[in-house]
Nanobody
Framework: VQLQASGGGLVQAGGSLRLSCAAS????????MGWFRQAPGKEREFVAG????????YYVDFVKGRFTISRDNAKNTVYLQMNSLTPEDTAVYYC?????????????????WGQGTQVTVSS
């Protein structure tokens, strides 16, 4: 599967962005989907994940209540709605698709990756 992330940009603190990740190739519903991010000088970290059907969701603590992951299996797309952004959210955001049995916070459990989209939050 090929993944194409989009929607990043520059936003002021407190603002919002909606990231999209469009998948092409094999059946989208076959994949657990995740969003990760990597800030300069830091390791890639898990942000949010969603099961194949969308009935199971997991967020890392520092985005709970601010970010919302969703997927539209008819459109082969997963989204990440990000609200109340802070400068600490500045990073390159990646979408990922995994064939494992459930949501994983480990990047090596995901098989396919998008190219990343830059999110910059100014103070």
């Amino acid at each position: 599967v090929q993944l194409q992330a989009s929607g990043g940009g520059l936003v002021q603190a407190g603002g919002s962005l909606r990231l999209s990740c469009a998948a092409s190739g094999r059946t989208f519903i076959a994949y657990v989907m995740g969003w990760f991010r990597q800030a300069p000088g830091k390791e890639r970290e898990f942000v949010a994940g969603m099961s194949r059907s969308g009935d199971s969701i997991y967020y890392v603590d520092f985005v709970k209540g601010r970010f919302t992951i969703s997927r539209d299996n008819a459109k082969n797309t997963v989204y990440l709605q990000m609200n109340s952004l802070t400068p600490e959210d500045t990073a390159v955001y990646y979408c990922a698709a995994g064939t494992g049995w459930g949501i994983s916070v480990q990047s090596d459990e995901y098989d396919y990756w998008g190219q990343g989209t830059q999110v910059t939050v100014s103070s």
